[in-house]
Antibody
């Protein structure tokens, strides 16, 4: 069965960076894309970026363009999302989700989420 | 950016009742690019409906979706105890955006 297993909760200070991992199993890793979506307290779900796990191409939301980097390791079936210059507003649950590499591309499987807390 | 607005914010109903949730887009979108997700407390969202009206794998037929253009609806014909949750609509025609959610709570 398809599973996306995310790394554990993180506590970071303002200005620091965080790197969250998402390990995929149960399907051919390189045939799908992995997206990152975050959910801040009281806010709607927000798309951050995605990576084509096959060719490594990425696309980022303009909001996060300057601070987010998504990479993948095909030997480990794992995708990483790194967010830099953290501020308190980045406190949120970060989800990875699987989707096709072409539209319409819905998120059919999700990781359980990683809570990132930014606090001094 | 396409903004999705869901209504109502909260729906208070009893088990066995019918739930009707609305999602309005700021501009017309093809129904192929509209999905609905369910999120229970402490869990990730899960895909319910895609293409506005197609149920995802394993989703019971009490869930149905409809609509076109700017107005879309999720209907739960008879609420089961496990259906009390937050529901989000999402579009993927222009980037990926979500509505703010509708909470279906037990009356």
């Amino acid at each position: 069965q398809v599973q996306l297993v995310q790394s554990g909760a993180e506590v970071k200070k303002p200005g620091a960076s965080v790197k969250v991992s998402c390990k995929a199993s149960g399907y051919i890793f390189t045939t799908y894309a992995i997206y990152w979506v975050r959910q801040a307290p009281g806010q709607r779900l927000e798309w951050m970026g995605w990576i084509n796990a096959g060719n490594g191409n990425t696309k980022y939301s303009q909001k996060f363009q300057d601070r987010v980097t998504i990479t993948r390791d095909t030997s480990a079936n794992t995708v990483y999302m790194e967010l830099s210059s953290l501020r308190s507003e980045d406190t949120a649950v970060y989800y990875c989700a699987r989707a096709l590499n072409w539209k319409p591309n819905y998120f059919d499987y999700w990781g359980r989420g990683t809570l990132v807390t930014v606090s001094s | 950016e396409i903004v999705l607005t869901q209504s109502p914010g909260t729906l208070s109903l009893s088990p066995g009742e019918r739930a009707t949730l609305s999602c309005r887009a700021s501009q017309s979108i093809s129904s192929s690019y509209l999905a609905w997700y369910q999120q229970k407390p402490g869990q990730a969202p899960s895909l319910l409906i895609y293409g506005a009206s197609s149920r995802a794998t394993g989703i019971p037929d009490r869930f149905s979706g409809s609509g076109s253009g700017t107005d879309f609806t999720l209907t739960i014909s008879r609420l089961e105890p496990e259906d009390f949750a937050v529901y989000y609509c999402q579009q993927c025609v222009s980037s990926w955006t979500f509505g703010q959610g509708t909470k279906v709570e037990i009356k």
